[in-house]
């Protein structure tokens, strides 16, 4: 499965350090998503971009920080996290934002570990 | 506020036991329903969806659910389970009109053979 594909797979990174995470789609889709997946919690929706411009902050704190410079990729830029923040970040992209009826495909996510 | 509650948090399973985990969402309106499976070390993929219709949805490998509306659920069965179902599963529900997908807090099956 290559629709949706992310890097680095796995990140460690101390609070001090800035990094990037990068989602690339390949399936022609024009919305984008970046999600948190933490242990024993539901997935938790961050941003939300649809022909590049953001459509949705979820109310993430600015050291989160997204870019999505085209329909096919979409980048999280981090910068002075919290251990708190360790996580899997997980990427989607769907056809469009299709008010409910779109489905949205996964990337394998990017297991970030904060020291 | 919108939710989507998963009861079974861990599921052990022998092989070709029948599976039923529930989900339950709460939503003002009208709702698109998905399970999602992530298989160890493997991405979020799609199971199946219900959009409208057929209430009894099938999806891929055997899976299906059924939409009941009026219990707020949207459970997802099979009738023989395989080791190779073993995964986390996750419902997420979208509502009408707005496009954050709201999932659960998934549940993990294990299969014994």
């Known amino acids: 499965e290559t629709g949706v594909t992310q890097t680095p797979r796995h990140l460690v990174m101390g609070m001090t350090n800035k990094k990037s995470l990068k989602c690339e789609q390949h399936l022609g889709h024009n919305a984008m998503y970046w999600y948190k997946q933490s242990a024993k919690k539901p997935l938790e929706l961050m941003f939300v971009y649809n022909f590049k411009e953001q459509t949705e902050n979820n109310s993430v704190p600015s050291r989160f920080s997204p870019e999505c410079p085209n329909s096919s990729h979409l980048f999280l830029h981090l910068h002075t996290l919290q251990p708190e923040d360790s996580a899997l970040y997980l990427c989607?992209?769907?056809?469009?934002?299709?008010?409910?009826?779109?489905?949205?495909?996964f990337g394998p996510g990017t297991r970030l570990l904060v020291l | 506020a919108q939710s989507v509650s998963q009861h079974n948090h861990h599921v052990i399973l022998s092989e070709a036991a029948s599976l039923e985990l529930g989900c339950n969402y709460s939503y003002g309106g009208t709702v698109n329903l998905f399970w999602y499976v992530q298989y160890p070390g493997q991405h979020l993929q799609l199971l199946l969806k219900?959009?409208?219709?057929?209430?009894l949805v099938k999806g891929i490998k055997g899976f299906e659910a059924e939409f009941i509306k009026s219990k707020f659920s949207f459970n997802l069965r099979k009738p023989s389970v395989q080791w190779s179902d073993t995964a986390e599963y996750f419902c997420a529900a979208l509502g009408y009109n707005t496009d954050k997908l709201i999932f659960g807090t998934g549940t993990r099956l294990q299969v014994f053979p």
């Open positions: 219900y959009f409208s219709g057929d209430p």
């Open positions: 989607a992209s769907s056809q469009d934002l299709g008010g409910g009826s779109e489905t949205q495909y």
